[in-house]
């Protein structure tokens, strides 16, 4: 059998079928840069980039060097003896997040880091509610699921963890209206990525920081995904030069070799652990491997100034991607987004699937929102070259012409 079959026999027959409808039913083979092969010997441009994680591309060499040294050296720490990398993670973090982010803990995943911060958020404060918004993406463990308000996933698994509300994204007064004397915290995405790349009205980030703080909620910004340079600023919140009280990120912080998840935050909610060292842990979070992996990956980021790059190519991409909108107003509703972190709204979900698998057929990865299957995410390697993108681009008119084709025929 083989590994497509295995996968949908044994992991999930769903998810197979659905990779199956937009023409995925492939097996990868192997990864550089902005490519990836399937084991046919298919090429893709890989415009997903898992999910923002990938922002060096696939196994850069100086990640893949620095995770390659600490594995020969010690992978796993003893935790009863303190680790080299993971100390020097920790402060390396706090001196590239915005001010007063001194502390750091680690997990393995942008779940864990939010439900890290969801945890020193009560313990903190002693409250119970947090907030959350409208179409919010902030993972599915139990806790992080409670502050992702959707349905499908979240009905199936009631009671979930009470005293969460959501807001609607974007909207400062109504989040004003909705914090109460019991109010611990606010989580808020700089630019919401699974909702469908939705980018808030200017000085909203700033609003929600003066509202906080003035009425002594904690904020937490979750930066999973828009971290690490994805929006053109290194941190999405930088686009409004705010500091909040808590900051998560993950995915593209282990530089798309190791999977590492951290929170960063004020010394004062750090406190906590000052009572009860073990309020809260994990036996692989801030493991060396990770950590080398990590301190790797912030260097190359600032070095090779990757957040300006983002911002040059995705000003590139966003600019392709209206033309083609204008053209094909039939299908396209909207293009937005910042950085390389783009979404492409269809005027329906079915759409948006049909053109992602005429592009798989082009060669271009790509996917649609988990909040919002009508927006279909581009989130390339920041590494990404025009030519990548004039090619990425050039495909997407090809999927589109074959897109309209397609349902000309099914509407005959
Ligand atoms: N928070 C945000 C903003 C995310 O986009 C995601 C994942 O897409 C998560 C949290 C959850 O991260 P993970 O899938 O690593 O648990």
């Known amino acids: 059998m083989d590994s497509f079959a295995l996968f949908e026999k044994h992991i999930n027959p769903g998810l197979a079928g659905l990779l199956r409808f937009t023409g995925l039913d492939r097996v990868e083979s192997h990864a550089e840069g902005v490519y990836v092969w399937d084991t046919t010997g298919k090429r893709y441009l890989d415009f997903l980039g898992l999910y923002g994680t990938l922002n060096l591309g696939h196994r850069h060499p100086k990640v893949v060097e620095a995770v390659k040294r600490q594995l020969d050296r010690m992978p796993m720490s003893v935790r009863v003896l303190v680790s080299e990398p993971t100390a020097r993670l920790a402060a390396r973090l706090s ?51 409670s502050l992702t308000p959707k349905p499908e996933y979240q009905d199936p698994v009631r009671p979930l963890v009470p005293g969460v509300k959501a807001v609607p994204y974007g909207d400062a007064r109504a989040l004003e209206e909705a914090i109460t004397p019991r109010t611990a915290a606010v989580i808020v995405e700089p630019i919401q990525g699974e909702g469908g790349i939705r980018v808030p009205p200017e000085g909203y980030l700033r609003e929600v920081r003066r509202i906080t703080r003035e009425r002594g909620v904690l904020m937490i910004a979750d930066e999973v995904q828009t971290g690490l340079g994805r929006t053109g600023r290194l941190w999405g919140v930088d686009w409004e030069a705010v500091a909040p009280d808590l900051l998560t990120s993950a995915k593209a912080l282990g530089g798309g070799v190791m999977p590492i998840g951290a929170v960063v935050g004020r010394r004062e ?18 493991n060396p491997l990770a950590c080398a992996a990590a301190l790797a990956a912030l260097e190359v980021t600032l070095e090779e100034n990757l957040p300006e790059r983002a911002l040059r190519m ?8 209206k033309a083609l909108a204008q053209a094909y107003p039939d299908l396209i509703q909207e293009v937005r987004g910042r950085g390389l ?31 919002n299957p009508k927006v279909v995410r581009l989130e390339p390697p920041l590494i990404v070259e025009e030519d990548h993108i004039d090619q990425a681009l050039q495909a997407l008119e090809g999927a589109l012409e074959a897109t309209r084709k397609a349902i000309e025929g099914i509407l005959g």
């Not at 680690?106 to 903190?124: C, D, M, Q, T």
């Not at 995705?314 to 991607?321: F, K, S, T, V």
């Open 95 to 145: 001196e590239v997040t915005p001010e007063g982010l001194e502390m750091v803990f680690f997990g393995n995943s942008g779940a864990e880091a939010v439900e890290a911060a969801f945890k020193l958020a009560r313990i903190y404060t002693g409250k119970p509610e947090i907030l959350t918004t409208e179409g919010g993406f902030h993972g599915k463990t139990m806790g992080a699921l």
């Open 269 to 286: 909610v750090f406190e906590v652990f000052k009572k009860n060292p073990l309020v809260h842990s994990s036996t692989f979070g801030g």
């Open 314 to 321: 995705g000003n590139r991409l966003i600019e392709g991607l």
């Open 341 to 371: 972190m783009v979404g492409l709204e269809f005027v329906d979900a079915d759409v948006g699937a049909l053109c992602v698998a005429e592009l798989a057929e082009r060669g271009v990865l790509t996917a649609f929102g988990l909040n």
